[in-house]
């Protein structure tokens, strides 16, 4: 589940959106987010990321990334690694459940996850993850993020501003 928000909150390189690692590799903030099961993502869901950091070994085949996750209100540092099992397929990552993620959208300064969490009860869960540079958003990235989440079939009702409850350390 952690590593979706790799996708989430983390991950890169798929087929159709190739990545290089000096594309990837860096601090990102997560931007926006939005889920089927939008609890998994409010405040104490335990999809909700905080991303920090991205690092891709392999030629990108293996996806690190450094994110905070909130548990009664304190930030928690979370370090996990997504790994894509053969070169056309989504990353996969095993925490609180089967996660698999790819990257769906990219631009300049923002790359955009979707992701599936399997959760350890067996409750499936589809999120995007829009991840920034910046610690902004610019109306495009809005207008992107809230198409592709229409485009993936999740309401735009479902739609969360990370960033603006990101309290986080660096």
């Given at each position: 589940?952690?590593?979706?928000l ?8 798929c087929?159709h ?5 000096e594309?990837?590799?860096g601090?990102w903030?997560?931007?926006f ?12 869901g ?15 085949r293996k996806?690190?990334?450094?994110f ?6 304190e ?8 790994i894509?099992?053969?070169t056309?397929?989504p ?13 769906i ?6 790359i ?18 829009m991840a920034?540079?910046r610690?902004s ?29 990101d309290?986080?350390p660096?």
């Open positions: 589940m952690y590593i979706f790799f996708a989430l909150a983390v991950g890169l390189a087929a959106l190739p990545i290089l690692p594309q990837i590799n601090e903030r997560t931007l987010m939005a889920s089927d099961n939008v609890d998994k993502i409010e405040d104490g335990d999809l909700k990321a905080f991303l920090r950091h991205f690092q891709c070994f392999q030629g990108c996806l690190s990334a450094r905070y996750i909130k548990l009664f209100g930030c928690r540092e979370v370090s996990a690694l997504g894509k099992r053969n056309n397929g990353y996969v990552a095993d925490y609180a459940g089967q996660n698999s993620f790819e990257i959208d990219k631009g300049d300064e923002d955009v996850f979707s992701s599936t969490n399997v959760d350890v009860r067996g409750r499936r869960t589809r999120v995007l993850l920034g540079k610690n958003i610019t109306p495009e990235q809005e207008r992107r993020f809230a198409q592709l989440t229409e485009e993936n079939g999740i309401p735009r009702e479902n739609i969360k501003n990370i960033l603006n409850s309290t986080c660096n």
